[in-house]
């Protein structure tokens, strides 16, 4: 099996405002899907972007010195239902209009019985339906100022491009994440993010994980300011290196790392089994340390 897939490389500044945000970005899923993607990525963040202005009274503008142990948090039930209720009808419609699997980065959920939230990714498809919502395990100083969840499952959805596993922002650190994804079945980490880049940061990023599981990677970078922050990246597409040109493990990558771009590449699945089958590191690995450890490490997880 084949399949294209695209890695939507996204300026803050296109969805700063919500009036009109989701219209602004319809034209380059189109011209993804006019290509031939049937999956598209977006970057972490894409569904808080509208909201920005009004998440930015919180934690990155601390007043007080005290404020450091327990930052005020700007999430309130009523923009966390609001935020949800504008990505799901947004995404989910797109994704029906094109007749595509939509992965558009992150938002934030609520809903929970306890009252908290969580930095979540979903992934839409071509009927607008829900195939699933993963949430982040593993939370950086924004999520833990917010007060967010940390998820305590990974899930892989089944698909027609792929069975699809999230590694969402810095679950990629933790090399465990895409690992447990991969032991499931997983054969395509899909990983949105907004941070700094750097060559050497990124290649112990997805692209580490790639080739230690032997699966593909859909890479999508949020650049430009957000919250008195400066984001850039690289989108890619990764695969094994045997599968590249010249051993290098891309498929196809942004040009540059501070401007917009789509990043497509088709994934054959057929030469991906045969990298498998000539090297079957899944014959190697430690299934027994696996469930000895692993099980352990994210119990208590969403307590954060």
Same mark, same amino acid.
């Given at each position: 099996m084949k399949t294209k897939v695209a890695a939507i490389q996204l300026d803050a500044a296109e969805l #700063?405002?919500?009036?009109?945000?989701? *219209? $602004?970005? $319809?034209? #380059?899923? #189109? &011209?993804?899907?006019?290509?031939?993607?049937?999956? !598209?990525?977006?970057?972490e963040y894409t569904g808080l972007l509208p909201f920005a202005g009004r998440l &930015? #009274?919180?934690?990155?503008?601390? $007043?007080?010195? +005290?404020? &450091? +142990?327990?930052?005020p948090s700007p999430l309130s039930p009523e923009l966390v239902r609001e935020m949800q209720a504008s990505y799901e009808e947004a995404f989910s419609g797109?994704?029906?209009?094109?007749?595509? /699997?939509?992965?558009p980065g992150t938002v934030l959920t609520g809903g929970l019985s306890d009252g908290s939230y969580r930095h979540s990714a979903y992934l839409f498809g071509p009927q607008g339906q829900v195939i699933g919502v993963q949430h982040q395990t593993h939370l950086g100083p924004r999520g833990r100022a917010w007060g967010l969840l940390a998820g305590s499952e990974l899930g892989v959805f089944s698909t027609e491009v792929g069975r699809i596993g999230f590694v969402i922002g810095g679950d990629v650190k933790y090399p465990e994440v895409s690992r447990i994804?991969?032991?499931? *079945?997983?054969? !395509?980490l899909v990983h949105p993010v907004a941070t700094r /880049?750097?060559?050497?940061?990124? !290649? &112990?990023?997805?692209w580490r994980e790639v080739q230690a599981n032997q699966v593909f990677g859909v890479e999508a970078a949020l650049v430009g300011g957000l919250w008195k922050a400066s984001f850039c990246g690289r989108s890619a597409v990764h695969a094994p290196v045997e599968m590249t040109k010249g051993n290098t493990g891309l498929l196809a990558w942004a040009r540059a790392t501070d401007a917009q771009d789509t990043v497509m590449a088709v994934l054959d699945y057929g030469r991906l089994q045969q990298v498998v089958d000539e090297y079957p590191i899944y014959g190697l690995m430690n299934h027994r340390l696996y469930s000895r450890y692993f099980p352990q490490a994210y119990e208590g997880a969403g307590n954060g």
């Open positions: #700063r405002d919500v009036t009109g945000a989701w *219209g $602004r970005l $319809r034209s #380059r899923l #189109r &011209a993804a899907a006019d290509a031939g993607a049937r999956l !598209m990525v977006l970057p &930015a #009274r919180g934690p990155a503008n601390l $007043r007080a010195k +005290e404020d &450091a +142990e327990r930052p797109l994704a029906k209009e094109l007749a595509v /699997y939509l992965a994804l991969c032991l499931q *079945g997983a054969n !395509m /880049y750097s060559q050497e940061e990124w !290649m &112990a990023r997805l």
